[in-house]
């Protein structure tokens, strides 16, 4: 049955394209028998301004839409908004660029609306005339048995997604179906839960049945720890480290796999540029942070990574417990002769605001484990260096050079000089992380690894 042979017209139609002239062209005399009748008939369009009526814009450039993190989301919010009965979407086979993104987004978005089964008719233009899809709302489950079947002959690039997540299930679900829209589906997604209490575990279950999901028996667990416990699970060759409150574009998946492809065996991870609400505007435009470059640590919250090579690095050292985890595991990762790849041109959505985050608790776990990541890796000249370079590079920083785009690769430091002044009791805090460095100094003795690779930099330069 064609897209033709169902009841027309449905009361509200909603048609999503790029650009309006493509679309109108495509889906022809049923657009035009459409808005002959009384039926409502929204237009949506990723690029084209509105030009009146009820036409919508996403306000993005062309080219945008593939590496728009908050996609989906827009359009589950028009979804939302109209509550169509029928749809028209991008045909996702021989479509390229942000065509190919939207389609991919639209079926993620059909998914997660807050009614789906309100549409009951998706119809793709594209190809060779209009195509009715049965079950609108799983249409993302062929898309991404496809997707998985156009690459079952290159299994060295098989990508596990890895999630831990605690109390933030709005957050988590948004993420995964970020991770839904991929136009290079994921062969897994793990997702480890700190024993929530806001039921993000029954959500996920019922509204995500392809995620392998794992519950621990109580939240005292360290970030640490439950994201290793999602690495070790992991079976295929790449791994894909998220937060849970982080949004990747549909186009995310695509370029950091096409990128480590390019790169020796010796890289062992591609760290994506972060977008974070109160980054200052421009900040990531910046002619040094939109440079490639091998860094000493990575962006925790958005980074792929080559599975084997953290499995011999040891994982997250799990005495960290949260904070600072990433460039202590990056040590390990140099001293056995990887690489770490800085990629701006992979960018994620991060939910959490721009440096450090406020509290004691944030502000004693990233003074400590600055301190333990050095004792342990750091060159003995560099350990001399590092109480000057903490008053002169961190407490006598100031804001404005953070904001300037100045400290580039360490941003886990940047607002600590705030939090020194703003949190109370501030100094009492750091003063209880220095006594737990000094408890942890046998530790330190035992793992010390001094880094000699070139890549090595100290987070207070």
């Not at 090579?309 to 990433?326: M, P, Q």
Request: proline share 6%; net charge positive; hydrophobic share 40%.
């Amino acid at each position: 049955m064609t897209a033709t042979d169902r009841q027309f017209p449905p009361r509200r139609s909603l048609l999503v394209g790029v650009e309006p002239s493509r679309a109108r062209e495509l889906c022809g005399a049923e657009l035009t028998r459409t808005t002959a009748s009384d039926a409502a008939l929204r237009w949506v369009w990723t690029t084209a301004p509105a030009a009146g009526g009820d036409e919508r814009s996403l306000g993005l450039e062309a080219g945008q839409a593939a590496a728009c993190a908050r996609l989906v989301e827009q359009l589950v919010a028009q979804l939302n908004d109209f509550r169509p009965e029928r749809v028209y979407a991008p045909r996702p086979e021989g479509a390229v660029g942000d065509e190919r993104a939207l389609a991919w987004a639209m079926a993620a978005a059909l998914a997660a609306s807050a009614a789906p089964e309100t549409v009951a008719e998706l119809v793709l233009y594209g190809g060779a005339g209009l195509e009715r899809v049965e079950a609108p709302a799983q249409w993302h489950t062929r898309l991404r048995a496809a997707g998985l079947a156009e690459r079952a002959a290159h299994p060295q690039w098989r990508a596990t997604a890895v999630i831990s997540t605690w109390n933030k299930r709005g957050d988590v679900c948004q993420n995964l179906d970020a991770l839904r829209a991929q136009t290079r589906p994921f062969d897994e997604i793990v997702v480890v839960d700190n024993a929530s209490k806001d039921d993000t575990a029954r959500v996920v279950r019922e509204r995500y049945p392809e995620v392998r999901l794992t519950v621990m028996p109580h939240s005292e667990y360290g970030a640490c720890e439950t994201f290793n416990i999602g690495f070790a699970s992991v079976v295929t060759p790449l791994l894909a480290i998220l937060d849970d409150d982080v949004m990747l574009p549909p186009d995310w998946l695509e370029k950091t796999v096409e990128r480590l492809q390019r790169e020796p065996a010796s890289t062992a991870i591609v760290s994506s540029e972060v977008e974070e609400p109160g980054m200052p505007a421009g900040y990531l435009e910046q002619p040094h942070l939109k440079t490639e470059r091998y860094m000493s640590t990575f962006r925790g919250c958005a980074s792929l990574a080559r599975a084997d090579a953290l499995r011999k690095a040891g994982f997250y050292d799990e005495r960290l417990f949260i904070y600072g985890n990433e460039r202590d595991l990056t040590c390990r990762l140099l001293n056995l002769g990887y690489r770490v790849l800085q990629y701006p041109q992979a960018r994620a959505f991060h939910k959490t605001p721009f440096g450090i985050k406020m509290g004691k608790r944030s502000l004693y776990y990233h003074a400590r484990n600055a301190f333990l990541t050095q004792l342990k890796y750091a060159p003995a000249g560099d350990l001399a260096r590092l109480p000057f370079l903490v008053v002169s590079n961190v407490l006598l920083r100031g804001e404005k050079r953070e904001r300037a785009g100045k400290v580039a690769d360490a941003t886990g430091t940047i607002g600590i000089g705030k939090s020194l002044r703003e949190t109370p009791g501030a100094w009492w805090v750091v003063t209880k992380a220095g006594l737990n460095v000094l408890a942890n100094l046998p530790y330190c003795w035992k793992h010390r690894q001094p880094v000699r690779a070139p890549d090595f930099e100290l987070p207070l330069k």
